[in-house]
């Protein structure tokens, strides 16, 4: 492992920490009694506390230091007094340890009492601290400049989500998104259980995969010999449910799409669905907006959110519209009673992709999302969906053709789908069959399996029932202003991490390194061959050396030639 001279020197530092006896990496448990939040909210002057962080700034001074320490609620500033930590003769807590053993980025526990500094600042007097953790690593520290300009933050989304850790640590603004994520998630648990609804769990890992128009992850189970996949949904366990008697379910589940990613799509992802005996799609609407509603409220306080240029207002009622009128009125082209070839005829000549494997679900799909979709920006139903578009729905009461379902529009994206559920067993395995076939014709999203043993669970009876699913990813992203879904997830997909070249330096690069670390601005080429103090020949072979591996890169700036660390 090819270590940064930052990080040589972290060790190092470690390895005299041994050598005093100081255990850098403890197993005793730190028996803290404050957090900043609490020391703030209930500060008192000379009360005395027990506090753990992390070490995010300090400005030392002598015998004398004001730092900063953030834990899992704020920041908080501490002071450190050599005479106060050490009141013997021995200083070398203050120092050794504190001034020249200590990193920015270290945890330590902190003891002390509390006072109120000249400007009036909250502030922690050190009468001890004990190291819990040495950071090995530097952390990216943001530098603002006399004109306010902050130079070398890390907001490389790149490095963000794949150093997770480091983006909550350096951007405390970041922690605040999945704050909000969890409240959201206990508003929609509060308000279904307090309306008497069950949560479930139901498989992962599936002998077919249903429930969705989506192409599945395939996995295979070694000890039965079978292929499984990872779900697309969870619909179908949930209505097998509620056959077997529960009134209400509804489940939190992680599903898996092996499909495109994009700013709103990610492999993985959580959607919740819930499913209501005895109700229908009428009903489910009006659940809907009170539940949004209720948890826009829950998580930002208010029932509006700012979503780039747009602010959404979640209190209800929303606007209600017909999939059928949308289409005619951003397109004035009326889908009732079309062919399928009248559809693909249609959709090609407003210059949308078509091919022969797209049914008539498929193609009124394409002409709806590129056309109508985008335009509505508050929450929107669009109702009475195509038969075709809906293989798990009840065909409309009243309007031939069409079935009984919903989709919830925000500033042009769905984030919840609902129905009233397909009961009859002998219409559910017709739709399956048309399924199967579209599938056959080349639909690699269209369903490629009949599920009996749902259809034996149907044939049993299941009363009549609305289901309703939204995606919480998506919902997340509208009530914290996050345009990508990667923002709203802890961990999002990624391609592999590039493997970083094992370079073996020789003294020559080292001292050219050495040379470009010492300062943050890039070096003329001249001044830092002249202050690498090597020959022609040794210049040549290090220089070239350290930018065929990609370290040290040379740019032409005017007439200038300017070399920098890559």
Not at 176 to 194: H, P, S, Y
Not at 459 to 474: A, F, Q, V
Request: aromatic share 10%; glycine share 6%; net charge negative.
């Amino acid at each position: 492992m090819q270590l940064s001279e930052q990080e040589i020197i972290r060790r190092e530092k470690l390895n005299k920490l041994v050598e005093m006896g100081i255990n850098a990496f403890p197993a005793d448990e730190y028996k803290i009694t404050d957090t900043t939040e609490s020391i703030k909210k209930e500060f008192a002057e000379s009360k005395q506390v027990k506090i753990a962080g992390r070490l995010m700034s300090r400005r030392i001074q002598g015998k004398a230091s004001f730092a900063e320490l953030q834990d899992s609620t704020g920041r908080i500033q501490v002071y450190f007094n050599r005479d106060e930590i050490c009141p013997g003769e021995n200083k070398d807590l203050y120092n050794e340890v504190y001034k020249h053993l200590l990193d920015i980025g270290d945890i330590i526990g902190v003891e002390g009492e509390l006072f109120t500094t000249q400007v009036g600042e909250m502030t922690v007097l050190v009468k001890n601290f004990t190291i819990l953790t040495k950071s090995l690593r530097p952390l990216p520290q943001a530098k603002t400049d006399d004109n306010g300009v902050v130079h070398d933050a890390f907001n490389d989304p790149e490095l963000r989500y794949r150093q997770r850790y480091v983006d909550l640590t350096v951007n405390p603004h970041v922690k605040e998104i999945f704050v909000k994520r969890t409240k959201l998630f206990n508003a929609m648990r509060t308000f279904f259980n307090d309306a008497g609804y069950f949560e479930v769990e139901t498989p992962i890992l599936q002998s077919i995969p249903g429930g969705a128009a989506a192409r599945p992850f395939i996995t295979h189970h070694n000890a039965l010999d079978i292929p499984l996949y990872l779900r697309i949904a969870n619909e179908l366990y949930l209505k097998r449910l509620i056959v077997g008697g529960f009134d209400g379910v509804y489940e939190f589940s992680k599903n898996f799409r092996n499909e495109g990613m994009d700013r709103t799509h990610n492999p993985e992802f959580t959607a919740m669905e819930i499913y209501v005996a005895y109700k229908d799609y009428n009903w489910m609407m009006d659940f809907t907006e009170k539940l949004l509603e209720f948890c826009a409220t829950q998580v930002n306080g208010t029932t509006k959110a700012q979503f780039g240029d747009h602010e959404i207002d979640f209190k209800a009622p929303y606007a209600r519209v017909s999939m059928t009128e949308a289409i005619q009125k951003f397109t004035g082209f009326d889908i009732t009673g079309k062919t399928e070839q009248e559809l693909f005829d249609f959709a090609k000549s407003i210059g949308i992709e078509v091919n022969e494997t797209m049914g008539k679900g498929k193609l009124i799909d394409e002409i709806f999302g590129e056309k109508c979709e985008g335009n509505f920006i508050q929450p929107t139903f669009i109702t009475d969906y195509p038969i075709e578009m809906s293989p798990l729905t009840k065909k409309h009461r009243s309007k031939e053709g069409l079935t009984e379902r919903f989709e919830l529009m925000v500033c042009g994206k769905e984030i919840a789908n609902a129905y009233s559920e397909l009961n009859d067993p002998i219409d559910q395995r017709e739709r399956f069959e048309e399924q199967l076939k579209l599938s056959e014709k080349g639909d690699d999203e269209a369903g490629q399996f009949i599920d009996e043993d749902f259809l034996r669970a149907l044939e049993y009876g299941m009363p009549p029932t609305s289901g309703l699913g939204i995606g919480m990813d998506r919902l997340i992203m509208f009530l914290t202003n996050n345009a990508s879904i990667q923002e709203v997830l802890f961990f999002p997909q990624m391609r592999p991490e590039k493997a970083i070249p094992q370079v073996e330096l020789g003294e020559d690069e080292k001292v050219i390194i050495e040379i470009l670390n010492s300062q943050e601005e890039p070096f003329a080429l001249a001044e830092l061959k002249e202050r690498s103090q090597l020959s022609g020949k040794k210049w040549d072979k290090a220089s070239k050396n350290l930018t065929k591996n990609n370290l040290m890169k040379v740019e032409k700036i005017e007439d200038n030639l300017l070399v920098k660390l890559v």
